[in-house]
């Protein structure tokens, strides 16, 4: 490291010596900064990587790393009750002729759309191949019948406190789904269960867990990340200053 | 734990090591390195953040820790003490080559790892810790002001923060493993002084 320095002086005053200290801090600040520029890159080698990797891991601790592939929870409330095929209601209202309540049971009766496509959150996780189940939002809103009036659609969640919206345009799209099912199995209280809503093309915090509300309105209203800087058009690789490859 | 301020009849010779100011310069950055963990735990692991939610608010916190991490040491600079140990914390001797040589041996005998006031991995997690902190700073800015900076740099610097903040955890985590093992070194930072047995086995450079 510094093979001119004479050999242990036992008595060395702390002034002299090399200063490694501040060349290690400045390593690491430019490290960082390499770090940054090569991101791109080195993400795809290591998702590429991982991903492999969790196919493989029985103790499932790749899903703790970064990239490392699955899903993560996030709810803006400190606790979320849960509700059961008895007591789940969803309510459809707003601008509509025919205000309309529906159980578990009759969400399940009606026919369902299957699709298989990629999840992408706004924070960069990515989940490849995620299939979701459901009734098509716009077989609801045809249902209920919106009138003239209506432009948009806000949906409300029975966690109290988040809320998200669509233009109608967009809640009419065929890849957007009031989900029952994730991955093939009745969707479960952590991913948003027993109902949320799926809206393929978009980033996933478009995807309301706990649905319980969808309210036909005359304006598109902010939800509640995007009152706290979130784009309304979440279109993914398109909006959020993001270049991800699309959903759907 | 048997307070030794008692100049009376002290028991054994107690060195000053640590000034009030650098105390609490420790004390202040731990808390809120502490905070910054203990946040980002709980809106990274998803066990925990399915039992605190409340994610608008952790991530507020965490910010403000962060923002807040450098305070302390910049505001130590005032201290004549501190300024003098970071001196100490830079400068690299030959005692300080044969340490680290002993330590990628695992050779443990004192006499195989002569230290000044700081021994050499102390300085190195120090640097190291110093510049990780500002990168985490850096790139958590970026993160935070997404409608600032270019698209690209935003992932970029997510990538970073998630893997470094990995890095850090593991480390703190030896850092503290180490003072848990070393009640007398503890003992430096909370009272400011150390026993004259321990310095000369631990540190026999250090002339205080």
């Known amino acids: 490291m510094n093979p001119e320095q004479p050999a242990d002086p036992p008595d060395e005053p702390p002034a002299q010596g090399k200063p490694i200290g501040r060349r290690v801090l400045l390593g690491t600040l430019g490290l960082g900064a390499l770090g940054v520029l090569t991101a791109p890159t080195l993400q795809r080698g290591l998702e590429a990587f991982l991903g492999n990797a969790a196919d493989k891991d029985p103790t499932g601790l790749t899903g703790l790393l970064p990239n490392g592939g699955g899903f993560r929870y996030y709810s803006v409330t400190s606790s979320v009750p849960h509700k059961s095929a008895e007591d789940y209601r969803l309510t459809v209202d707003g601008l509509v002729h025919r205000p309309t ?19 992408q959150c706004v924070t960069g996780w990515r989940v490849p191949g995620t299939p979701f189940e459901g009734v098509r939002l716009s077989r609801l809103l045809d249902a209920v019948g919106v009138r003239p009036q209506g432009r ?8 109290g406190a988040y809320t998200e919206s669509l233009t109608l345009d967009q ?3 065929s890849d957007v789904l009031v989900a029952l099912r994730m991955q093939d199995k009745d969707l479960g209280h952590s991913h948003g269960g ?13 995807s309301a867990k706990w649905l319980s509300g969808i309210t036909v309105t005359d304006e598109v209203r902010p939800g ?5 800087g979130y784009d309304v058009d979440a279109w993914v690789g398109r909006s959020n200053g993001r270049d991800d490859a699309p959903t759907s | 734990m048997p307070l030794r301020a008692d100049a009376s009849a002290p028991k054994t010779v107690r060195l000053p090591r640590f000034s009030r100011a650098e105390r609490w310069i420790h004390r202040t950055t731990a808390v809120l390195m502490g905070t910054c963990v203990v946040t980002a735990a709980c809106l990274y692991l998803p066990q925990l953040a399915e039992l605190v939610g409340r994610r608008e608010l952790v991530v507020r916190i965490h910010e403000w820790a962060g923002i807040a991490l450098p305070v302390p040491v910049l505001a130590g600079l005032a201290s004549r003490a501190f300024r003098a140990d970071l001196g100490r914390l830079n400068r690299f001797g030959a005692h300080d080559r044969r340490w680290l040589r002993a330590a990628l041996r695992r050779d443990r005998r004192h006499a195989s790892r002569p230290a000044d006031k700081f021994n050499a991995g102390q300085k190195i997690y120090a640097a190291w810790i110093a510049g990780a902190s500002l990168v985490m700073l850096g ?7 997404t409608h600032l900076t270019p698209l690209m740099w935003r992932t970029s610097a997510t990538f970073v923060h998630d893997w470094l903040a990995l890095t850090i955890g593991v480390v703190l985590a030896g850092h503290i493993g180490m003072a848990l093992a070393d009640p007398e070194a503890r003992r430096g930072l909370r009272t400011g002084a150390v026993d004259r047995e321990w310095a000369e086995r631990e540190h026999p450079l250090w002339r205080p």
Request: glycine fraction near 2%; proline fraction near 5%; aromatic fraction near 20%.
């Open chain 2, 139 to 145: 790139t958590g800015l970026l993160m935070w002001f």
């Open chain 1, 224 to 228: 509640y990340w995007e009152e706290r």
């Open chain 1, 101 to 119: 309540t529906y159980t578990l049971a009759d969400l399940r009766k009606l026919p369902q759309t299957r699709l298989v496509k990629d999840v």
């Open chain 1, 171 to 173: 809640a009419r799209r």
């Open chain 1, 152 to 159: 948009a659609v806000r949906f409300t969640c029975f966690d």
């Open chain 1, 194 to 206: 027993p109902v949320r809503l799926y809206v393929a093309p978009m980033y996933f915090y478009k």
